[in-house]
């Protein structure tokens, strides 16, 4: 088992910045990635930004590249998104995963955390 806490949500104005982060408890060797997902109200789940456990590879949505990072700290077992240069559209209840691949085969998730963009 994985256990999964996101923490870092709120409410900025367009153009602000956010750091989320996703702390990591349990097995979590078992697993060679972890990613961000975003759900807005209405839409489907999309991938944000996922990471290798080695830091070595990522890989972002193309709505979020360029404005978002993605970083992990495997001695502290913690993953970061920060977020940049938001946008009303990026919305969403944010959830950090635990997958096997980078950004699919996701079996463990957080809770999520709110992230509200305002105009």
């Known amino acids: 088992q994985v256990q999964l806490v996101e923490s870092g949500g709120g409410l900025v104005q367009a153009g602000g910045s956010l750091r989320l982060s996703c702390a990591a408890s349990?097995?979590?060797?078992?697993?060679?990635?972890m990613g961000w997902f975003r759900r807005a109200p209405g839409k489907e789940r999309e991938l944000v930004a996922a990471?290798?456990?080695?830091?070595?590879?990522?890989n972002y949505g193309t709505s979020v590249k360029g404005r978002f990072t993605i970083s992990g700290d495997n001695a502290q077992n913690t993953v970061t998104l920060q977020l940049n240069s938001l946008k009303p559209e990026d919305t969403a209840v944010y959830y950090c995963?635990?997958?096997?691949?980078?950004?699919?085969?996701?079996?463990?998730w957080g809770q999520g955390t709110q992230v509200t963009v305002s105009s």
């Open positions: 349990g097995r979590t060797f078992s697993y060679l990635a």
């Open positions: 995963a635990a997958c096997l691949g980078l950004g699919y085969e996701c079996r463990y």
């Open positions: 990471i290798s456990s080695s830091g070595g590879r990522t």
